[in-house]
């Protein structure tokens, strides 16, 4: 977590995608969805790649199958929650099988 000033931070967290159809339209969706319930900019980084989180082309571009490790950053004031929030759902693996 780094904090820049106060009230402002950018938190990150790595998470491996452990569905087996790794990151298709339903999961991005849910993703995305999530996303946009915070007022921070979330992101998605997959080999360097950097992706809106809350932009639905741009995380089904990202192309992650299963295994990927996915860097997932938030920057604003609820960045925190963000991260935990969208990290969890991955690390869930979107609730499938």
């Not at 192309?63 to 490790?69: D, I, L, N, T, V």
Request: charged share 20%; with cysteine; net charge negative.
């Amino acid at each position: 977590m780094l904090h820049l000033q106060p009230g402002h931070m950018i938190v990150q967290r790595r998470v491996s995608l452990p569905n087996k159809l790794g990151l298709h339209a339903r999961p991005a969706m849910q993703m995305v969805e999530l996303a946009n319930k915070f007022s921070s900019q979330v992101t998605i980084t997959k080999n360097g790649r950097k992706v809106d989180c809350k932009n639905m082309i741009a995380v089904l571009t990202l192309g992650a199958p299963q295994g990927s490790e996915l860097l997932v950053t938030a920057d604003g004031d609820d960045a925190e929650d963000a991260v935990a929030a969208v990290g969890d759902l991955i690390a869930a693996g979107f609730g499938e099988d």
